[in-house]
């Protein structure tokens, strides 16, 4: 094998461990996210066979008989006896007319419309016949054993002459009652059925599965490295004595290393470049509060960061980098401060749109920010790619562009389209980050709502 046959075996065996350590992760996702539903359906498939027990369920009644056979006094001599007489039991009920007999003197017309059923077989090493008789109806069957008595006498002198027939073992006032069917095997049986839907259920999601959760598979398809992964913040609440949230701190101190991990990346791979695009395939994927993160951290590094919002807002001023461009305002006059060596820019309103997103304009612009106002980081958060053009006009005047995946919310598909609109030859891109990413669980999930200007930058207790 050369050198060329072995790389391509490596590549094909990567690719499906790959492939198969994400599908442990999706199935193990499902049954976290849906493990109520499973629970259910197990309780639920136990509950129904249960009813079906208690309605289908038939008990069955039987009447217990033994008759001591004695004709010569020979023990040996009877007990050949009664064992030809067992061997004949059958065909003396069904064919040699006890049977009629029996249903006539219970004004049935045959012994096939009564609804019970005769079984007789000899005792081995005994001189005794056992008789049962069985059905649904408790007094039929005491009925039906007042009849036999009566008449299987008669019978059995007919088989092998006249013999002496006691019935040494009376049940007819002792009918035992017995189920047909086990009430606990039905609730188990049930259970299995209902996990078993359940297994059925996580297969089909796990196969029906479009959604990234794996930065490897997507390193894989799209050919672009994974730069960080973020993980995903519970129990965020807005503290009512001040503008910042809470969370676990193990996830909070698991997360703030990550993205000091990340800009410490970022200034060392790309150190000459000083503008970075952050976009992401569509919105509700975390890009601004990445965006806003990065500038946090940036400028604990003590260095000046702008972050220049073009990803619209509803709470949006009327002014903006728009606003500049077309009213020939001051930089001053739509910039504001948001937090140390952090500052904001918004897309503002303008009559033009986004016709005003020139060459010259944003060149002119973020040469002022670097050589005049001496920023050190120019952050551009953009709307989502599938959503507005503003990052394709926006990717030529920008280093690096940086591209947000939230785990579990976005499609293969739709990943795809995203990043090969950016990722071109000319200028390619930096990388993606994984935000909300949990392995080997359920993925998606948010940090909060929270924008530029609304709740500032007091998360973990800062001043303005």
Not at 23 to 33: A, G
Not at 116 to 133: C, F, H, K, L
Not at 401 to 408: D, E, F, L, M, P
Request: hydrophobic fraction near 40%.
């Amino acid at each position: 094998m050369n050198s060329y046959e072995k790389e391509v075996n490596d590549i094909y065996s990567d690719s499906i461990s790959i492939h198969l350590r994400t599908m442990m992760d999706n199935l193990w996702r499902c049954i976290v996210k849906y493990w109520i539903l499973f629970i259910v359906l197990i309780i639920g498939g136990a509950g129904i066979f249960f009813l079906l027990f208690e309605h289908f369920n038939k008990v069955e009644y039987e009447s217990d008989h033994i008759y001591c056979i004695t004709k010569t006094g020979d023990t040996e001599q009877d007990i050949l006896m009664t064992s030809y007489l067992g061997s004949a039991f059958s065909e003396m009920i069904e064919f040699g007319g006890c049977g009629n007999e029996i249903a006539n003197m219970l004004e049935y017309d045959s012994y096939d419309e009564l609804p019970v059923t005769i079984t007789g077989a000899a005792i081995n090493g005994a001189n005794m016949v056992r008789v049962q008789i069985t059905g649904e109806d408790s007094k039929l069957i005491q009925k039906v054993s007042d009849a036999f008595d009566k008449i299987y006498p008669k019978y059995a002198n007919r088989i092998v002459g006249t013999v002496g027939v006691e019935n040494i073992h009376l049940t007819e006032k002792d009918v035992a009652g017995r189920q047909i069917l086990n009430k606990t095997v039905m609730i188990v049986v049930g259970a299995a059925v209902g996990a078993l839907i359940d297994l059925i259920i996580v297969f089909i999601l796990v196969l029906s599965q479009n959604k990234v959760y794996s930065k490897d598979v997507a390193m894989q398809e799209q050919g672009v490295n994974c730069l960080a992964e973020f993980p995903i913040l519970r129990q965020k609440k807005r503290s009512k004595k001040k503008d910042c949230f809470s969370g676990n701190s193990q996830e909070l101190q698991v997360f703030r290393e990550a993205m000091n991990a990340f800009c410490i990346k970022l200034r060392r791979k790309f150190y000459q470049d000083s503008v970075f695009m952050i976009t992401s395939t569509q919105s509700g994927e975390g890009k601004s509060s990445i965006t806003k993160e990065m500038a946090q951290t940036f400028s604990q590094m003590q260095k000046k960061v702008m972050i220049i919002q073009m990803d619209e807002k509803k709470d949006e001023q009327s002014r903006g980098v728009l606003s500049l461009f077309e009213e020939n305002l001051k930089i001053e006059d739509v910039m504001e401060t948001i937090g140390k060596n952090i500052f904001l820019m918004k897309k503002g309103k303008s009559g033009s749109g986004n016709t005003v997103l020139t060459k010259k304009n944003i060149g002119k612009l973020i040469d002022q920010l670097k050589q005049e106002y001496g920023f050190d980081y120019i952050l551009i958060d953009t709307p989502a790619i599938l959503s507005s053009m503003d990052a394709l006009i926006l990717k030529d005047y920008v280093d690096q562009t940086i591209y947000v995946i939230a785990q579990g919310r976005v499609s293969y598909n739709d990943l795809k389209k995203g990043i090969d609109s950016l990722n071109t030859d000319s200028h390619p891109l930096a990388g993606f980050v994984m935000n909300y990413s949990e392995a080997g669980i359920s993925g998606g999930g948010r940090y909060g709502k929270y924008g530029y200007g609304k709740y500032g930058y007091r998360r973990y207790g800062q001043q303005r």
